[in-house]
């Protein structure tokens, strides 16, 4: 007897809870289906069914053999899956999200050429900042920006993110610049999302409560703050690379710079990811490193 025969015929049963029931979605007997339940509980030396004349139930043994056997049926699935995908175009619903600034921003244009190459392919894009449950919302995708939480999730690194301390020479002007960290504590600092700022300091990171007389969580209000030359700022290199460029700000305690975090494609836990998310991803990497060539 072949090592796989039966497993089909007892995931069915133990899922159906009736030989007669499993045997129709199977298409082949109840006989048939009885055989081969007998024949692999022979095999395992160990019965896997409590029998009645209205129903079967799994015996503790046949519980722990069918979380192995559903298992392996989703491995092999998955396998026959890979093989069928690849000459396959992305198609069908693919559903992401994305913080609103970055998606708007960087995200959604190359959402956009990806869909225009791929008509069959249609798109729901939620551009939020709240940390969505990807499985219990449906989201095959997620872009998420710095340092990732412990998750069930698989991250892939699809571009570097840089943290950036800097204000306006204006600023400078009126308050001279801060030289180590200790200083910031007599400095006003345009507080984002956070009032703790990450720096580098003797080879580890650390964190440093930060205050000031100005606050908002939109990274674009702290970057117009810090331009009117209201106070210091700590804002991704998507913000300001423009402004370092022009000198329209002033990039401070560069030795302090916090270890690059990164933007992440985050996707549910499983090995077989479909053409179009895995097409999706592959065309974020090329578009962004295409973009990180003129960041400062």
């Not at 919302?137 to 997620?142: I, K, R, S, T």
């Not at 969580?217 to 009117?228: C, F, K, M, T």
Request: with cysteine; glycine share 8%.
């Amino acid at each position: 007897m072949h090592s796989w025969d039966g497993l089909d015929a007892f995931v069915c049963v133990a899922e159906q809870g009736h030989f007669g029931r499993a045997a129709r979605q199977l298409g082949v007997s109840s006989s048939h289906v009885s055989r081969q339940i007998a024949r692999l509980e022979e095999r395992l030396q160990t019965r896997l069914f409590y029998r009645s004349t209205r129903k079967v139930t799994l015996t503790e043994a046949g519980q722990t053999f069918l979380e192995h056997c559903q298992r392996l049926a989703d491995a092999r699935d998955e396998a026959i899956d890979a093989i069928t995908d690849l000459g396959s175009e992305p198609k069908g619903l693919l559903r992401m999200t994305c913080a609103v600034a970055y998606g708007e921003r960087f995200i959604m244009p190359l959402v956009n050429t990806f869909m225009s190459a791929y008509p069959q392919l249609r798109v729901e894009m939620l551009l939020t900042n709240q940390t969505l449950d990807l499985v219990q919302g449906g989201v095959d995708l997620a872009i998420r920006l710095g340092r990732l939480q412990d998750s069930s999730l698989i991250a892939t690194r699809i571009a570097p993110r840089h943290m950036y301390l800097c204000a306006a020479p204006a600023y400078l002007d009126r308050h001279g610049a801060p030289h180590s960290l200790s200083e910031l504590s007599v400095h006003n600092c345009l507080i984002g999302s956070s009032e703790r700022w990450t720096f580098a300091q003797d080879g580890r990171e650390v964190q440093l409560a930060v205050g000031g007389n100005w606050r908002c969580n939109s990274g674009q209000a702290v970057l117009d703050a810090a331009l009117r030359g209201f106070g210091l700022c700590q804002l991704p290199d998507y913000y300001v690379r423009d402004h370092l460029r022009n000198g329209s700000l002033v990039a401070l305690l560069n030795q302090h710079q916090p270890p690059h975090t990164a933007v992440w494609a985050l996707y549910p836990q499983q090995r077989h990811l479909s053409p179009k998310v895995r097409r999706l991803v592959d065309h974020l990497k090329t578009g962004l490193a295409a973009r990180s060539e003129y960041w400062p």
